[in-house]
């Protein structure tokens, strides 16, 4: 059975930083796409950002470009997302997921398997 869990979350200041984690078991993910979305109360879950392993590359969304890093350690079939400078905005549930998609993945249903979410706190 696949499975993701992520954790990391909490609650920090605006400023401050938080890396999540995300654990993958059930199959190795090592050459698939791996992202991070978030969902905010009473908005879309959106999309925040990639890495292809494959293919070396990442990929962000506007909005965390600077301030959120994305990573992997296929060693631990575990993916990390680094935020920094953190802001109010910023405050979702944020969820990893894993595709087989081979070059991009940014919408929901390029990805097939999701992680329960883990909620992320930014008080002003």
């Known amino acids: 059975q696949v499975q993701l869990v992520e954790s990391g979350g909490g609650l920090v200041q605006a400023g401050g930083s938080l890396r999540l984690s995300c654990a993958a078991s059930?199959?190795?993910?090592?050459?698939?796409?791996m992202g991070w979305f978030r969902q905010a109360p009473g908005k879309e879950r959106e999309f925040v950002a990639f890495i292809n392993p494959s293919v070396g590359s990442t990929y962000y969304a506007d909005s965390v470009k600077g301030r959120f890093t994305i990573s992997r350690d296929n060693a631990k079939n575990t993916g990390y997302l680094q935020m920094n400078n953190l802001k109010p905005e910023d405050t979702a549930v944020y969820y990893c997921a894993a595709s087989d998609r081979k070059y991009i993945a940014t919408r929901l249903n390029e990805y097939l398997y999701w992680g329960q979410g883990t909620q992320v706190t930014v008080s002003s």
């Open positions: 059930g199959r190795t993910f090592s050459t698939n796409i």
